[in-house]
C-alpha cells in the first residue's frame, strides 16, 4: 500500500469557483504535512503548511483529519493562476530510514 | 542566495553512456535527495543523504550512484545510461533530516534536469 495518495483529477473549474482536494495517508504515525505546488514544466514549491488545527493562507485553506487519514486543500475564488499540479507531503518519525512520502498530485486547471 | 543550483538543466545521452548531474546547495541543509519525476508516476526517490559522507537508497537507486564528500554538494551519477532513465531529474534539500520542527522539513527544490536517454 502507498503511504500517500492523491486523486490525479484532472480538476477543470471555472474561475470564482471553490475546489478542494483530498490527500489519504496509511500510517497513522505520520507527524508533518505539507502542500508543494508544481507549475508545468517547473520545479515544486512548498505552498502551505498542514496543522493540527487547521490553516488558511489568503484564499487557501488546508487541514488535517487524524481519525481518517486525510489531509485536505481548499482553494476558493479560483483564478486562472491557480493552474498547477498540487502534491501533499507526508513525514513520518524518524526511523533512520526515508521517511518522506509524496504523493502523485492532483492537477488543477482552472478555466476562464 | 543561490538556492538549490542543478547542473545541467538538459542533456541528451546515447544508451550506455555514463553522466553525472551536479547539484549544490548554499544554505547550509544536512539533508539532501534527488527524486526523477515520470509522468503519471510522481516523485520518486532515489538516493538520499542526511549528512556529509552519508548516503543511503530511495525507492529507485538502480543505475544510480551518488556521493556527498560536502554539505554543499551532492552529485547523482548515471553509470551506464538506459532509455528508462530518460526523465526529469530534481535535487532537493532541506535543513534537516531529523528535526520535525516547523520549517526543518521544508524542501528546496533545483530547477530540474531533463535527461533523455536514446
Known amino acids: 500500500r502507498k503511504e500517500v495518495e492523491q486523486d490525479p483529477g484532472p480538476f477543470n473549474v471555472p474561475e470564482g469557483a471553490t475546489v478542494a482536494f483530498n490527500c489519504t495517508y496509511s500510517?497513522?504515525?505520520?507527524?508533518?504535512f505539507f502542500w508543494y505546488r508544481q507549475d508545468c514544466r517547473k520545479e515544486p514549491k512548498l505552498l502551505m503548511s498542514v496543522y493540527s488545527s487547521g490553516n488558511e493562507d489568503g484564499r487557501f485553506t488546508a487541514q488535517l483529519n487524524r481519525a481518517s487519514q486525510y489531509i485536505s486543500l481548499l482553494i476558493r475564488d479560483s483564478k486562472l493562476s491557480d493552474s498547477a499540479t498540487y502534491l501533499c507531503v507526508v513525514i513520518l518519525p524518524q526511523t533512520g530510514a526515508n521517511n518522506l512520502f509524496f504523493g502523485t498530485g492532483t492537477r488543477l486547471t482552472v478555466i476562464p | 542566495n543561490a538556492g538549490v543550483t542543478q547542473t545541467p538543466k538538459f542533456q541528451v545521452l546515447k544508451t550506455g553512456q555514463s553522466m553525472t548531474l551536479q547539484c549544490a546547495q548554499d544554505?547550509?541543509?544536512?539533508?539532501m535527495s534527488w527524486y526523477r519525476q515520470d509522468p503519471g508516476m510522481g516523485l520518486r526517490l532515489i538516493h538520499y543523504s542526511v549528512g556529509a559522507g552519508i548516503t543511503d537508497q530511495g525507492e529507485v537507486p538502480n543505475g544510480y550512484n551518488v556521493s556527498r564528500s560536502t554539505t554543499e554538494d551532492f552529485p547523482l551519477r548515471l553509470l551506464s545510461a538506459a532509455p528508462s532513465q530518460t526523465s526529469v531529474y530534481f535535487c532537493a534539500s532541506s535543513y534537516s533530516f531529523t528535526r520535525v520542527t516547523s520549517g526543518a522539513n521544508v524542501l528546496t527544490f533545483g530547477a530540474g534536469s531533463r535527461l533523455t536517454v536514446l
Open positions: 544554505m547550509n541543509h544536512e539533508y
Open positions: 500510517n497513522s504515525a505520520s507527524q508533518s
